[in-house]
RNA sequence: GGAGGGAUGGCCGAGCGGACGAAGGCGACGGUCUUGAAAACCGUUGUGGCCGAAAGGUCACCGAGGGUUCGAAUCCCUCUCCCUCCGCCA
């Protein structure tokens, strides 16, 4: 959420960010009409009700029967005025804070400028990738590798729960296990991070503090019974951990990593990656989250990239990092930097990491705000998610590079401590 | 799922229709005193909105949402959460 006070200050500067994130700058004025009715409607209503304040405070005091008897009838149609009033207000307000909830957060300065994913920018790149025609192979996709090594079941996921579902199986399944353990080790050992828990299922407002309701609701899967909602990813529980909240400074900045199944809809996506794991209705992720103060965000975003990367060079996996333009950028970031691992098998760039600081955004949505150390104000904290890392595409990339001519998969050296003596995964 | 009890400021806790944003205590902060500290004493100590250049004014918030009333922390209704007992169950 934005705050009301900059769009009223400088609309000028919300429409823009709006143009160049390729959206309507219309929601803009729109807001700002509301914002309008809505302070004319408080400042009416207020006045009226300093005045009931005010006279019934007299009531309670009058001795004269007659007297006392008009000023009630008086303030009984003060109250009446201050009902109708107060009906009008609520709706406006609630349009307003609903209008408020769809506009998208501002792009960072250093975020590049642009249309769509083809403008997003090659920021460095690390690893080299593996030259399978030197080898004297072609490399195949993990669906072909994982359904021949029975490590791979795509069949009878969509039996037990239709397309976009998979199995895991035998050594697939503990290879995953063990890429979860290590990487909650790594964070939470090396990394700083203190590991969390999390229901996986939370209340609508969760959802709407960490943004992805009310603009995303046709992603989420949720239960019509008690109204609980699938988390979409542990960034929604971790951003609301502090929901109406007022933290010590001194206590910031905080670094939560989570563990959690992921649940996504996928309606938008259609048609699109259908084949593999690339795309699931249900996937896991290690997700790593930061509560800073404003001033250090940006150095808390960098750090956070690092940690990322810090995995993917001990898996020896080449990856690239990319900056998000603002053409491309999702609804609640001010920056983003995605981390893409080369696939040789399936031969493309594959997500394993987004890396956001959503500065105040969630934080005004979920109300999460710290006390200066020097006294003062509650000011918002800024907030950073980042995947650290998801698991089907870093399953993807592990069996995709580490593949051997004879359809045998290698173990990543680091891994081989939590694989139970598994070296090499073969049929 | 059934029966009963509860939810008040950073914490504890009073208030149960009229000057209550809320007694009292604890904690925290500032001061007096002291070589320093403690004790004692004095003072300060919530959040948000609206109007205002500011000073200040005003509104709202006593779990949440409705309602009754001239007036609600206090009365009524609905919901949520917590506690005790019973039932059921990984």
């Known amino acids: 959420m934005l705050d009301i006070e900059l769009i009223r200050r400088e609309p000028e500067r919300v429409r823009e960010a709006l143009r160049l994130r390729q959206d309507d700058p219309a929601l803009v004025d729109e807001v700002l009409a509301l914002d309008e009715r809505r302070r004319t409607l408080l400042r009416r209503v207020e006045a009226l009700r300093a005045e009931r304040n005010r006279v019934s405070r007299e009531i309670g005091r009058m001795k004269d029967k007659a007297a006392r008897e008009e000023k009630i009838a008086a303030m009984r149609e003060v109250g009446k005025q201050i009902a109708d009033l107060e009906k009008a207000l609520r709706e406006v307000e609630a349009a307003f804070r609903d209008k408020l909830l769809w506009l998208p957060n501002i792009p960072h300065e250093s975020t590049p400028v642009g249309a769509d994913e083809r403008d997003n920018v090659v920021v460095r790149a690390w690893g080299e990738r593996r030259d399978f025609a030197a080898e004297g192979f072609e490399p195949a996709p993990h669906w072909d590798l994982g359904p021949e090594l029975d490590i791979l079941d795509f069949e009878r996921g969509v039996k037990l729960a239709g397309s976009r579902f998979y199995i895991l199986k035998g050594a697939g399944a503990r290879l995953q296990r063990a890429l979860i353990f290590w990487m909650l080790d790594r964070h939470t050992r090396e990394h700083g991070y203190t590991e969390i828990y999390p229901p996986f299922v939370v209340h609508k407002e969760m959802l709407v503090g960490a ?10 899967y949720h239960d019509v019974e008690e109204d609980l909602w699938l988390l979409p990813t542990a960034e929604v ?3 609301n951990l502090h929901r109406d909240e007022i933290l010590d400074e001194s206590m910031l900045p905080l670094s939560y990593v989570a563990y959690t199944p992921c649940f996504r809809r996928e309606k938008m996506s259609a048609g699109r990656d259908v084949r593999g794991i690339k795309r699931g209705h249900q996937f896991d992720k290690v997700e790593m989250y930061k509560f800073t103060r404003p001033e250090e965000s940006y150095e808390a975003l960098e750090t956070m990239v690092g940690h990322a990367e810090a995995l993917l ?3 020896k996996l080449p990856y690239r990092i990319v900056a998000i333009c603002t053409g491309d950028l999702g609804f609640a970031s001010a920056k983003t930097y995605d981390i893409e691992l080369w696939a040789p098998g399936q031969g493309e760039w594959l997500e394993v990491s987004s890396l956001s600081n959503v500065e105040s955004f969630q934080a005004r949505r ?4 710290y006390r200066p150390s020097g006294g003062g104000k509650p000011r918002y904290v800024h907030t950073l998610n ?3 890392l998801a ?3 870093l399953m993807i990339a592990i069996m995709e590079n580490y593949q051997q001519a004879d359809g045998s998969i290698l173990v990543p050296e680091v891994l081989q401590p939590w694989m139970g003596g598994i070296e090499v995964i073969r049929r």
Request: zero cysteines; aromatic letters at 4%.
């Open 211 to 220: 943004g992805q309701l009310p603009k995303f609701a046709d992603n989420l």
């Open 237 to 239: 529980a971790l951003t």
């Open 313 to 315: 060079q001990a898996l």
């Open 366 to 369: 979920a109300n999460i705000r």
């Open 386 to 388: 980042g995947s650290g």
């Open 391 to 393: 698991l089907p595409r």
